[in-house]
């Protein structure tokens, strides 16, 4: 469970980031924007060096800060702290993780951003390289959902998935698209 840890995308990651860089070189785009953690930030400048758009850091897109969780695997967050796991697992909205954060300061925090950075580029097409429960806030707040509960839907570490921003708020487009990858992988927090 990684949240917050700062670490290097692993050899799968890389050639994952190889093949979406590739993918999204021939769609064209305005903005490059990434979470500062350094694996999202390793994919987004392959798609620079592929595109020659810039990379703009923004800290906000991390994934959730998943506190005492974070450099367990599943399997030992549930031996070694079974009710903070049972809690997190839930998907309790307003449960904040010792030293973390809870689900909804963690959606508010990215659909904020989001949003920001969507209004900041109107008619724009902006890239955005983030995380899992970045993707999965989205989704949920695009579907009309909040941030309580498990999640609902599976995602593919990168995929191309698509929303649009309007007057009206977000709207879904395509979801966990992973054409250019031979084979995909899930993310598992």
Do not use: C, K
Request: hydrophobic share 40%.
């Amino acid at each position: 469970m990684q949240g917050h840890l700062d670490i290097p995308l692993s050899r799968e990651g890389v050639a994952q980031a190889a093949r979406v860089a590739e993918r999204l070189s021939g769609e064209p785009f305005d903005v490059l924007v990434s979470s500062d953690l350094r694996r999202a930030f390793q994919t987004a400048q392959r798609i620079a060096d592929r595109t020659g758009r810039p990379v703009r850091v923004d800290a906000r897109l991390r994934e959730r800060n998943l506190g005492v969780l974070q450099a367990l695997t599943r399997a030992e967050s549930a031996r070694r702290l079974p009710e903070v796991f049972r809690r997190y697992e839930s998907g309790e909205a307003d449960f904040e993780i010792p030293g973390g954060e809870s689900q909804r300061a963690f959606f508010e925090r990215v659909i904020g951003a989001l949003t920001e950075i969507a209004r900041e580029h109107p008619g724009r097409r902006v890239v955005v390289v983030s995380h899992g429960g970045v993707l999965d806030a989205l989704y949920r707040h695009a579907s009309g959902e909040g941030p309580e509960g498990p999640r609902a839907v599976r995602l593919l570490n990168a995929s191309v998935n698509e929303f649009q921003y309007t007057s009206s708020g977000w709207i879904l487009g395509r979801w966990g698209d992973v054409a250019h990858l031979t084979e995909p992988s899930l993310d598992d927090v």
